[in-house]
Structure formats: structure tokens, C-alpha cells
């Protein structure tokens, strides 16, 4: 059964508790900090003018950061606030803590169709630790739960899954925002039965992260196109030499079961027949966490079976690109999760933009759905500049994933079902 959402709530004069994703990057400038990509703010408000126009009195919460249960200057959500009430053209309060007797007055000052914002939830460990006390102080704020924050909802957190509890104990209706609507909708509809044919394009670093989405989605797909690093695995587990690419050695076998499948399934299973390479070399530098940063010289396209020992795979080449696309352009229905290379270097950003013009090629030329599923695809696309041109983006990092995976996810779990 589906789950509840907002718009099939009452919300007129009613306080609506709303968990959304305002996890947004931020940098110190002249002291003061500044926000780098206000995406997910822009994310919530459809959701937000509708409970505007409805007159709600709309409580908002939400974490910045990882602030391990302290109060942090630097990931307070004053400036969400300010952003966020110049994005919808209307003052949004703040409150400088999230539960208390000044938050709670605070609340109760809100008149219909008024926006306060709460500080950080993770200013207090027992977020994270889903604290029933916390809960209940977090639910006195609300008569109605909402969640907006699909990125936060495979976290069994006091603001994504205790106050809903306590809410739905008493009587309160917990639903999902427009936005918890659209991720449900096509990382969970669209693809229960997909319109065929059904391309799935994975890649990124590792085949340990997706093996389950891999496993899954075998049992659904027409077509999957693999990319990224984790080609390399299926590489070596078919006996060919990878030189220096990142690789998972430990993960051949569960790349030889996922062939295997596919075969059985009648899968069309490509992996990449060329790529570009380069040859790392030691800069006798290190990164923040200690290891050794490696210049990636002399690029050039690899159409041997093979990759020399001295070099790294880091791209598809453009012979793969040429055949994901062809494969893409016939598709109805796309999932593209993971970069074709290492895209943060342009040098090596052109097979992942091939793979994403195909995808808008489709959408548009073949009315095919086209799914992003998270994560740094995300990226590649807004990079591209295509990221309005595909059916939807999901907001979900490892959320999504797991979402991919078939979990029930503890954040969507706790939302009541439609009625
Ligand atoms: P993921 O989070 O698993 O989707 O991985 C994304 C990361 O994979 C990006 O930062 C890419 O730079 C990286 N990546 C993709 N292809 C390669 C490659 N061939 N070698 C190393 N890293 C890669």
C-alpha cells in the first residue's frame, strides 16, 4: 500500500512538524558561513507552499553536518533560514535550539501559514541515538509529522522515526511532503514494473557498495551497462590484466555471479571493451587523511583486452560510449547510478557526459523515464548542465541505494499508510 501524503491531509491551522534535508555544503568567507549549492533547500518547496497556502503553521527540522552532539557555530542552520526565506519571498523565523520552553513558545506564537525553523537536531546527541525523551520533546512541537528528507530516511533517527512514533500514538496523522512523494514514486513505482526496454547504468568506485542493487535489478533489467571503477572487478574476474586500477580483488566472485545471473535472466550484460588510461604518478604529497596523491599522466584510449601494469583505467573509452548509447537510445526506462570515470578531472569526465546526453536523448526523443539515482550521477548531470532534462534526480545519497536494494527504509516505514 502506498503511503500517506500530505496533500491528502488536512492541514488548515494545524502545526505541521516537517523533517526535511537542509544538509547543505557550506564554507567559511570573512568569518561568516556561506552556503555553495542551496539544491536541497529548492527541493522542499513545492511542499512548503503548499502548506502555506493551506494555512499551516509549519515547524521545520532538520541536521547540518556532524556535530556529535554539540553546539557548533559553524553548522548552525541560521543561514538555511535566511536563504530559505529568500527563496520563498516570505520571512522564515528561527529558533535557536529545537526542543525547549523558548522553542515551544516560539511555536505557539506561529500564526497560520508562518515558517520557523529549528536549530540543528544534531546539536543534541540523542538525535541520532533515536531517544524516546528527545521524541517526545521534538512531537509537544507538532500535531501533524511530516518528512520531506528522503536523503535522511534510512536513518532510524529520533527526528526521522521517534516522533513519528509519538505522533502516531496520538492520533496525529505522520505523511510524506511532495518531494518523499516523487522519490517513492520513481525509485519505487516506476520500476516495479518498468516499461521495456529497461536500462540500468551502474558505475562509480565499487562493486561492494551495489551489489545488492546489482542483484536486485538483475531480476528487472533488460540491460545493464557497467561502468566507473567497478568495471575493473568484472575485468579481472574474466582473467583480464587491469594494471593499476581501482579494483576490488576480493569481489571477482560476486562479479562472476552477477554474469552468471544475467546470462540466466537473458540479460544483456555489457562492460566496458575500451577505455582511457592514464599512469599514475607518486607527487610525494598526501592528502588529509594521509594517503599518497598520484598525478594522472600522459591520458590516451586503451582498445587492447588488456591494461599495461603501469597504468589505470579511468574512463570508458569512446567505442563503449558509442555502444552504452546505442543501447540507451532504445530504452523506455533508465536507472543511471554512478559515474563512467573518474568525471571531477574533465580529462576523464567524457564518457560519463556521453552516457548522460544519451540518457536526455532518450527522455526526450523516446519519451523514455529517466531515473538518476542519486549520489554523484546527480552530480555529473548538473555538472552537464542536463540535470533539468531527465524524468527525475533522487535526492537520496544512500538512501536511495538502499531504497534500490528493496529495504524498507525506517524514515518511510514509519509514515502512515495512504488511506
Ligand atoms: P560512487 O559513490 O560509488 O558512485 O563513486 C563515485 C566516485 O567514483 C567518483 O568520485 C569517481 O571519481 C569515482 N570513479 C569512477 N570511475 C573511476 C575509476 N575508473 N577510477 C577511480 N575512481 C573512479
Known amino acids: 500500500m502506498g503511503k500517506l501524503i500530505i496533500k491528502d491531509v488536512e492541514v488548515s491551522g494545524k502545526r505541521v512538524l516537517m523533517r526535511v534535508d537542509y544538509n547543505v555544503p557550506m564554507a567559511a568567507q570573512n568569518g561568516q558561513m556561506v552556503i555553495n549549492d542551496s539544491t536541497r533547500i529548492k527541493e522542499t518547496l513545492p511542499t512548503l ?25 559553524s553548522m548552525s542552520l541560521r543561514p538555511v533560514a535566511v536563504m530559505l526565506g529568500e527563496m520563498l519571498g516570505l520571512p522564515v523565523q528561527f529558533a ?15 500564526k497560520n501559514g508562518e515558517i520557523l525553523l529549528l536549530e540543528n537536531v544534531r546539536f543534541y546527541g540523542e538525535e541520532e541515538s533515536n531517544d524516546s525523551g528527545f521524541s517526545e520533546k521534538l512531537a509537544v512541537l507538532g500535531d501533524i509529522f511530516a518528512n520531506d528528507a528522503f536523503g535522511a530516511a534510512h536513518r532510524a533517527h529520533a527526528s526521522t522515526v521517534g516522533v513519528a512514533t509519538v505522533i502516531a500514538k496520538r492520533g496525529g496523522a505522520c ?27 551502474l558505475g562509480g568506485a565499487k562493486v561492494s557498495d551495489k551489489i545488492k542493487v546489482i542483484d536486485r535489478l538483475l531480476e528487472k533489467a533488460d540491460v545493464f551497462l557497467i561502468g566507473g571503477a567497478m568495471a575493473y572487478t568484472f575485468k579481472l574476474a574474466d582473467g583480464i590484466c587491469i594494471g593499476k586500477s581501482l579494483v576490488e580483488p576480493d569481489k571477482t566472485e560476486v ?5 552468471i545471473k544475467a546470462k540466466q535472466k537473458g540479460v544483456t550484460f555489457l562492460i566496458p571493451t575500451d577505455n582511457v588510461i592514464a599512469d599514475p604518478v607518486d607527487t610525494g604529497r598526501k592528502n588529509r587523511k594521509g594517503r599518497a596523491i598520484f598525478d594522472l599522466q600522459n591520458p590516451r584510449v586503451n582498445t587492447a583486452r588488456d591494461i599495461p601494469e603501469e597504468s589505470e583505467g579511468v574512463d570508458i573509452g569512446p567505442s563503449t560510449a558509442a555502444a552504452f548509447a546505442s543501447e540507451i537510445s532504445k530504452a523506455k526506462t533508465i536507472l543511471w547510478n554512478g559515474p563512467m570515470g573518474i568525471f571531477e578531472d574533465s580529462r576523464f569526465a567524457a564518457g560519463t557526459f556521453a552516457v548522460a546526453q544519451a540518457v536526455v536523448d532518450a527522455t ?56
Open 255 to 259: 562479479a562472476n555471479a552477477a554474469i
Open 96 to 110: 535557536d535550539d529545537c526542543i525547549g520552553e523558548a522553542v515551544e513558545k516560539q511555536v505557539a506564537s506561529l
Open 364 to 419: 526526450k526523443n523516446n519519451g523514455a523515464k529517466s531515473i538518476i539515482g542519486g549520489g554523484d550521477s546527480v552530480k555529473a548531470l548538473n555538472v552537464a548542465g542536463l540535470g533539468s532534462e531527465v524524468s527525475f534526480m533522487s535526492t537520496g545519497g544512500g538512501a536511495s541505494l538502499e531504497f534500490l536494494e528493496g529495504k524498507e527504509l525506517p524514515g518511510v516505514a514509519a509514515l502512515g499508510n495512504a488511506r
Open 175 to 201: 505523511c510524506g511532503g511532495l518531494l518523499m512523494e516523487r522519490e517513492l514514486q520513481f525509485l519505487g513505482d516506476e520500476l516495479e514494473n518498468p516499461e521495456r526496454p529497461f536500462v540500468v547504468i
Open 49 to 73: 507552499r503548499h502548506l502555506i497556502d493551506r494555512g499551516a503553521k509549519v515547524v521545520l527540522m532538520a541536521h547540518l553536518g556532524r556535530p556529535e552532539g554539540k553546539r557548533e557555530a
